[in-house]
């Protein structure tokens, strides 16, 4: 074996070794959490010596889970509906027209995606608190339209660019107006689009903690809030309650998360993306 392969094969076995310590690491570090929410103690064994499931029952009651998912399915509700309905026209405009700055706009619109939440979460939260909207359900709303706009302006530009124009040219020929170009011309075609870009808005928005940890009142905490809070606010609790409560919104993201997936290509996306604003 000459010296390139040998140097090609322990960089191939380098990498698979980091990725299966990374994978083992955090499957541990899961699995720990999950079975620490059910043990009734554990210490110094491999497994708890019982097993219960009062801790869920018990994290139900304490934090008012009930409570706090109404509250969060409502807020990501809101800012699903307001990103489609925002994100899909201006998309459509960019996709049709062309402009003095269209790449800078595209460029802007990559930003909040970009950038750190945290970097203009602080400044974003300030502007909200002076004018009235922090710490309210809308204030949470509004801060987080302001990266998943964007995101769907650059998932749903690519989807709109690949219809023919003269598509739509047709349906005016035949008397469409603009009402029934959209509903029934355009959105047939992109409704795989469209339900790809809002299901990953809801898995983003139900993961997003910076921006609604800056803009959340105590009625408008997400599930993601709460469990921060219930694991860092003074007083003494359970460790196993606030394992259920993570493993309980483990399961909430993955479910909508597998959902997602189910409906889009992560891959696709990102070069669509990338090509777009090259």
Same mark, same amino acid.
């Given at each position: 074996m000459n010296r390139d392969a040998l140097l090609s094969k322990l960089w191939v076995t380098a990498v698979w070794g980091v990725v299966t310590l990374f994978v083992l690491n955090l499957g541990a570090m899961i699995a720990t959490v999950i079975v620490n929410s059910f043990g009734t103690?554990?210490?110094?064994?491999?497994?708890?010596?019982?097993?219960?499931?009062?801790?869920?029952?018990? #994290?139900w009651a304490e934090f008012q889970l009930?409570?706090?998912?109404? $509250?969060?399915?409502? &807020? $990501?509700? =809101?800012?699903?509906?307001?990103?489609?309905l925002l994100g899909v026209p201006a998309a459509y405009a960019l996709a049709r027209r062309e402009f003095p700055g269209k790449?800078? /706009? =595209? =460029?802007?619109?990559?930003?909040?995606?970009? $950038?750190?939440? /945290?970097?203009?979460?602080i400044p974003l939260a300030s502007v909200l608190y002076k004018a009235g909207f922090a710490g309210s359900m809308s204030g949470v709303v509004l801060a987080n339209l302001v990266p998943?706009?964007?995101f769907v302006i650059l998932v749903m530009v690519p989807f709109i660019e690949q219809i023919d124009p003269r598509v739509e040219d047709a349906a005016r020929v035949f008397g469409a107006g603009t009402f029934k170009l959209?509903?029934?011309?355009?959105?047939? =075609?992109? !409704?795989?689009? &469209?339900? !790809? !870009?809002?299901?990953?808005?809801? $898995?983003?928005? /139900? #993961?997003?903690?910076?921006?609604?940890?800056?803009?959340a009142g105590p009625s408008s905490q997400t599930l993601v809030v709460a469990l921060y809070y219930a694991v860092y606010a003074a007083g003494v609790r359970a460790g196993q309650s606030i394992d259920a409560m993570a493993v309980i919104y483990m399961l909430t993201t993955l479910i909508w998360l597998l959902v997602a997936l189910r409906f889009v290509n992560p891959t696709q996306i990102v070069t669509r993306a990338k090509r777009e604003t090259a």
């Open positions: 103690r554990w210490f110094g064994t491999w497994l708890p010596p019982s097993f219960t499931t009062h801790w869920y029952t018990d #994290a009930g409570d706090v998912l109404l $509250v969060t399915f409502q &807020i $990501v509700g =809101l800012v699903v509906l307001f990103s489609g790449r800078l /706009i =595209l =460029l802007l619109f990559l930003l909040p995606l970009m $950038v750190p939440p /945290i970097t203009f979460g998943t706009v964007p959209f509903t029934h011309v355009l959105l047939p =075609l992109l !409704a795989p689009g &469209i339900l !790809a !870009a809002l299901l990953l808005v809801l $898995v983003r928005t /139900i #993961a997003m903690f910076e921006l609604t940890f800056f803009t």
